[in-house]
């Protein structure tokens, strides 16, 4: 059969609806699966349609005009589509559903309390939904703030794929990239350069999150140099996200770093041969460093999901009041924490537990 798949926004969102993917195959030997993903998330996408879990992949970005929109509807008509699931709610993928020919749509429905009236309103009115859609999963938005110790945001998607298809409540398990072993070999010739092979690695990921709290220099420094005080202590690696930001580079500045490889943007510091920094990591550079540190300390976000694929331990750091919020996005495995920034002030007894 043929299914289609919104899933337009984040890496983590990706990953963390790729159960329903590996349900898929698993009850459709012959599934053909097409996905619509963006800017954002195109990268690992295509780690997904490589290893063979997707077989056409498509960025919406691309297709934001009319006539654009109207191309893609066309071809999409062309695919026979059997199911099609809406993971992302957003207007234009309903419309883009309700138009390629499929009679099986299935989508999550967030709610939320509307301002002017206080009362519940859905993403897509039940009313639509009830006509259009034939199996929705809606996300409790009203209680944003209540503390749920059971449900993790992956069970949602996985509960949808099992009302679309009729299958059983499983394991939730994050499709692993069949490509892990050739992200791996790349990264032990990483550490192998850096003569860490012995050592245990800490890794910081300090990408724009930061930027976006007005997180102070001082205190990201402090934490740098809590991990490494010791002499026999942890390798400390930095990373960055997609671009640098004015916290990057005052960093950078603070502890004099120099390149000691062109090809690979990697930099140790003048100040201590104990920190090093790479810069702009793919996503598959990415996977390969998570799948072979000790312990991550990151701002919540895409590397909290790849860490529960690997199984690799992290400290999930998150903004100040919002925990209970986000320990429904908590990652899908024991070896981790979350904690909010304010209580984030000693890095080292999270060593002492996973080191």
Known sequence: MNYLLFRNDGIGDLIVSSDGIRRINEYDEDAHITLFCSNRNIEYAKILKKDGYIHRLYNLDAYKTFNKSIKIISLLRKFNLNHVFILKSDWKNLIISLLCGSK???????????????????????????????????????????????????????????????????????????????????????FKLLKINNRKVVLFHLDEKWDDINCAKEFIIDIFEKIIKKKKGPILIVTNGIYSTSLNKKIWNYYKIKKINTK????????????????????????GIVSKVNLIFH??????????ILKTPIIDIIRNNSYKYFYKWRPNFREFRQVEIRNFSNPNKYIQKYL
Request: hydrophobic share 35%; glycine share 2%.
């Open 104 to 190: 099986n749509i299935h989508a999550i429905i967030p709610n939320k309390i509307s301002r002017l009236t206080n009362r519940i309103i859905y993403k897509y009115p039940l009313f639509i939904s009830k006509i259009f859609i034939k199996s929705i999963e809606i996300i409790n938005s009203t209680e944003i703030n209540a503390h749920d110790s059971k449900t993790k945001m992956g069970e949602h998607y996985s509960t949808l794929f099992n009302k679309a298809l009729n299958l059983k409540k499983g394991k939730l398990e994050y499709l692993k990239p069949n490509s892990i072993h050739h992200f791996e070999d790349k990264t032990k010739t990483i």
């Open 299 to 308: 701002m919540h976000g895409s590397l909290t999901h790849i860490a529960s």
């Open 264 to 287: 690979k943007n990697i930099y140790t510091s003048k100040n201590n041969e104990n920190i090093i920094f790479i810069k702009r990591l793919n996503i598959s550079e990415i996977i």
